[in-house]
């Protein structure tokens, strides 16, 4: 039997990887982010996976470091839950305020609520659940 040599196709993986330049953006803009909706540094640190709070300092100071792929595919998350709120609201402090509302689709929690269990299957569920309401 002889096998025949398959060249390698991207994998969606592959398709999905974030650089350090991206990720330096995705930083600076996460935090801008999390000031808009208000989060304190613990909450913060959560939805980062677990930052430790002296990084998350460096951060606002802009002073960010290496990134490795499980936080940076968290802000991607985090800038397509944005997004999607940016579509859903034309008033950006709508989508700001309606991240704490409670909603029966979270079984009356809030969407913070969810992504404050700090998986990152969360923040990708909701990022569905968003593109889902916004039918994309």
Same mark, same amino acid.
Do not use: C
């Given at each position: 039997?002889?096998? /025949?040599?398959? =060249? $390698?196709?991207?994998? /969606?993986? #592959?398709?999905?990887?974030? *650089? +350090?330049? #991206?990720?330096?953006?995705?930083?600076?803009?996460?935090?801008?982010? %999390?000031?808009?909706?208000?989060?304190?540094?613990? /909450?913060?640190?959560?939805?980062?996976?677990?930052?430790?709070?002296? *990084?998350?300092?460096?951060?606002? =100071?802009? @002073?960010?470091?290496?990134? @490795?792929? +499980?936080?940076?595919?968290?802000?991607?998350?985090?800038?397509?839950?944005?997004?999607?709120?940016?579509?859903?609201?034309? +008033?950006?402090?709508?989508?700001?305020?309606?991240? $704490?509302?409670?909603?029966?689709? %979270?079984?009356?929690?809030?969407?913070?609520?969810?992504?404050? $269990?700090?998986?990152? =299957? @969360?923040?990708?569920?909701?990022?569905?659940?968003? +593109?889902?309401?916004?039918?994309?």
């Amino acid at each position: 039997m002889q096998f /025949q040599i398959l =060249e $390698r196709s991207t994998s /969606q993986e #592959e398709a999905t990887v974030i *650089t +350090d330049a #991206e990720a330096l953006a995705l930083a600076r803009t996460t935090v801008n982010l %999390f000031k808009a909706w208000g989060l304190s540094d613990a /909450q913060a640190s959560t939805l980062l996976g677990g930052l430790s709070s002296r *990084t998350w300092a460096r951060w606002k =100071e802009g @002073d960010i470091g290496r990134m @490795d792929r +499980d936080l940076r595919m968290r802000m991607a998350h985090l800038m397509g839950i944005h997004k999607g709120l940016r579509y859903l609201f034309k +008033d950006p402090a709508r989508g700001y305020t309606w991240i $704490r509302h409670s909603n029966d689709a %979270f079984g009356g929690g809030s969407a913070l609520d969810l992504m404050l $269990r700090g998986e990152l =299957e @969360d923040l990708a569920a909701l990022r569905g659940w968003l +593109d889902a309401e916004r039918g994309a």
